[in-house]
């Protein structure tokens, strides 16, 4: 089955870099759009940036310029570098995989729908 498992959140301080990573298995990675998500505390999902197995991005609003989605499909790895991180980059952030009877969420300039996700990462960002 789908598995996805995060790695590399913390705690920074405003103006930090993080990267983070997802290990994916249980299908053919290089076949689906990816995606990273977040949840801060009371607040609904937020589509973060998404990559299409042909590496076309998408990003939201809050996170263009800062932060950098990719993929290396050797690996089945998806990645997200987080640059100059502000205190409201503070959530869970999730990895996701596209599915026919998942979500449709706004990424920017196109929407996508994810069905499967990993259980998160801790994101901490201290002013």
């Known amino acids: 089955q789908v598995q996805l498992v995060e790695s590399g959140g913390g705690s920074v301080q405003a103006g930090g870099s993080l990267r983070l990573s997802c290990a994916a298995s249980?299908?053919?990675?290089?076949?689906?759009?990816m995606a990273w998500f977040r949840q801060a505390p009371g607040m609904e999902r937020e589509g973060v940036a998404a990559?299409?197995?042909?590496?076309?991005?998408y990003y939201g609003d809050s996170v263009k310029g800062r932060f950098t989605i990719s993929r290396d499909n050797e690996k089945n790895a998806l990645y997200l570098q987080m640059n100059n991180l502000q205190p409201d980059d503070t959530a869970i952030y999730s990895c996701?995989?596209?599915?026919?009877?998942?979500?449709?969420?706004?990424?920017?300039?196109?929407?996508?729908?994810?069905?499967?996700w990993g259980q998160g990462t801790q994101v901490t960002v201290s002013s």
């Open positions: 990559i299409t197995p042909w590496n076309t991005t």
């Open positions: 249980g299908y053919k990675f290089s076949n689906n759009n």
């Open positions: 996701a995989r596209e599915g026919p009877e998942g979500t449709v969420f706004w990424f920017g300039r196109t929407t996508l729908r994810f069905q499967y």
